[in-house]
């Protein structure tokens, strides 16, 4: 298979506990691109957040931010693409999230203008933004933002039983041409724009930014919101810490990020 595109998630593929990328992974990836392979980043990730990432594996193309509702040229700064939540379903999620039911499990973040806007700081929120390196801006009621459109609505709790019945009971409130509803970790449970996923986003700069195919294409991810565009891909790979369903998907399973799965998966398949 001719691939000419390599697309990455970011934690729990590139980078793990570290939060940092491995020499080998780095020196796999680089290689990739010495043989005309590009690289681009596929996160769910904020943009400035994700962008030392994207420098540190050395790609010079748009970074495919927030599960690709936001996709940004840093060489340029042009925003090729951003589709946002409407200030109904912003203030719907809200509503629900706050229910007594879930109120003290489960802490909301809201992503505005590439800033991360949250009601209060709390432990979870200080741990988040330590691993993003961000810094969060508490407002009291996020419903006072609501008079313009977040590109994200994250939901974060370390109880993975509550957080998997909020998504099941939102997953079946919601069509998917209403709202994309994800985790990105047993602890983040997602909310984007219908047209903003990694695969639609993955589509785009294969196909009207570059003009590939998806058989030009090897995607590495390790969770449920990496799965549209390992389905997309010519090559899809999970890591081995992938849930389950994400595993039997992909075309083949990589060791996890802490055994630089990566590096093998470049490796195996481009060299």
């Known amino acids: 298979m001719d691939i000419k595109l390599l697309v990455l998630d970011i934690d729990g593929t590139i980078a793990g506990k570290s939060n940092q990328v491995s020499e080998r992974v780095k020196q796999a990836i680089a290689d990739a691109m010495g043989k005309g392979i590009q690289v681009a980043l596929a996160t769910g990730r904020m943009y400035a957040s994700a962008l030392r990432f994207h420098t540190s594996v050395g790609s010079r193309l748009p970074l495919l931010a927030y599960n690709g509702a936001w996709i940004q040229n ?16 912003a203030l719907e999620l809200l509503d629900y999230f706050e229910q ?6 489960v802490e909301v973040h809201f992503y ?21 390196g961000i810094k969060p801006i508490a407002v009291g009621d996020l419903r006072n933002l609501l008079d313009r459109e977040p590109t994200k ?9 509550a957080l998997q ?7 079946q409130r919601y069509l998917p041409d209403q709202l994309y509803l994800t985790q990105s970790t ?35 991810g390790d969770n449920f919101n990496d799965l549209e565009m390992l389905q ?14 994400v595993r039997e998907r992909a075309k083949w ?17 481009l060299f």
């Open 165 to 171: 019945q909020i998504s099941q009971n939102l997953c």
């Open 100 to 105: 007594p039911e879930w109120e003290k499990w």
């Open 253 to 269: 399973v990589a060791p996890d990020v802490e055994r630089e799965g990566v590096a093998v998966a470049i490796e195996k398949f």
């Open 186 to 220: 047993e602890h983040y449970f997602e909310a984007t724009n219908p047209q903003a996923n990694k695969g639609l986003a993955v589509r785009y700069l294969t196909e009207s930014l570059l003009g590939l195919k998806a058989e030009n294409v090897m995607a590495i």
């Open 153 to 161: 609505i994250l939901a974060i709790s370390r109880d993975r039983q």
């Open 232 to 245: 997309y891909a010519g090559i899809g790979v999970a890591m081995g810490s992938a849930p389950t369903a």
């Open 74 to 89: 840093p060489a340029s700064q042009e925003i090729e693409r951003h589709f946002s939540v409407s200030t109904q379903r």
């Open 112 to 132: 505005l203008d590439d800033r991360l806007y949250v009601r209060q700081i709390t432990s979870e929120t200080e741990d988040y933004a330590d691993r993003s």
